[in-house]
């Protein structure tokens, strides 16, 4: 499995590992400022020895200020500012505290790593490191081409952990918006056949309208023919309207599926779908594609999920489709939770209630529970319907 198809099952959660592994790394790394310190303490005056505890801990505080920061994607216009004095300090170190300050040489370098950008951020990681070997750490020479060396390698580990947590951020917020713009686009695409096929008729409408009322009395004959006219051109407004809105609603379910498919991937979601039965009557076929492009709008909007599962069970002549994602958040907002408060603040058929009401008009029924993290819309359909049927998923009479 290559590199990208690995970043396809990146999800909020593996952001937040992330950025928790980069963390714990970057805090940990903190405890070596404790070598210093303890060669000072026992080796050196009270003066000299205070002077080297309050440069060290300045040092490591300017240090979890920044690479914390980084970390969390949280710059402040305090930054350059923490960073200056970081300077300061990492050249004052050497002076107070010895040869062993060196234990702590990797903090300066991944500090200008991770909050400058470009050349700058190169430019100070790699001056920062050769300032360590000019610096007075140390007579002995081998000591410090290996303390620099051990420099190198951790603070470009430590700012290459930090980097990819923060990228992998970013790339989850690239994903979110890709599904968000493919949402808006079909809406685009909606009303722009709707404006195609009304603009042209409704402005034909208003003209002649307009011109009807200029039309004297005495000339009924002549006003008639206009409002003859009229009345078929709004009569075939009508039937045009009813057509795309009907080409909209009644949509494929495999087609469905794939833009479903598609979009949940493209943010990041893995997708895992059973075959659906190819015998379901078109009207359940509407209302499951309608269920699908639902259930995947509310994974989007509420919850974290990284996986989506599409089960079929059949028993009988009913089937039950199952639609579940494991992205339930830690705080109890689930998708549930979220979708139903959407559902109810909403007029017209959206959300889970219009699918409630979806679903009635074919004989299904529509559940949703959360378990272990997991939040599961099932959807129980008749696998025919009864000849008298009337009305089908659309609302439309038949």
Known sequence: MGASQRLR???????RLARATAGVFLVGMAAFAAVPLAEALGAYSSVR???AVVLIIGLTGCYLWLAVRAVL???SRWDLAVLAVMCVLALAVPFAAGPTWLSVGFMLPLAFAVTLRGRWAALGFFASLAAGLVLPASQDLSWVLFGSLQNLLTAGALAGLTIFATLLAELQRT????AKLAITEERLRFARELHDVLGHNLSVIAMRTELGTRIPPEEIGRLRRELTEIHDIASRSLHDVRAVVKGYREMSLERELSGVRRVLETAGVRCDFAELPPSLPPEV???????VREAATNLLRHSDAT???LGVETDGD??????ANDGVRPDGDSIAAGAAAGAEATVGGSGLAGLDERLAQVGGSCGRHTEDGWFTLSLDVPGRLPAAALTS???DRR
């Open 9 to 15: 099952g990146v999800g909020p959660g593996i952001v």
């Open 49 to 51: 020895v205070t002077t």
């Open 73 to 75: 994607d949280r710059g």
């Open 175 to 178: 994903r979110e918006e890709a």
């Open 285 to 291: 076929r509407v209302a499951l594609a309608w269920a």
């Open 307 to 309: 996986v989506c599962l």
């Open 318 to 323: 009913r089937i039950t489709v199952t639609v």
């Open 393 to 395: 998923a659309t609302g």
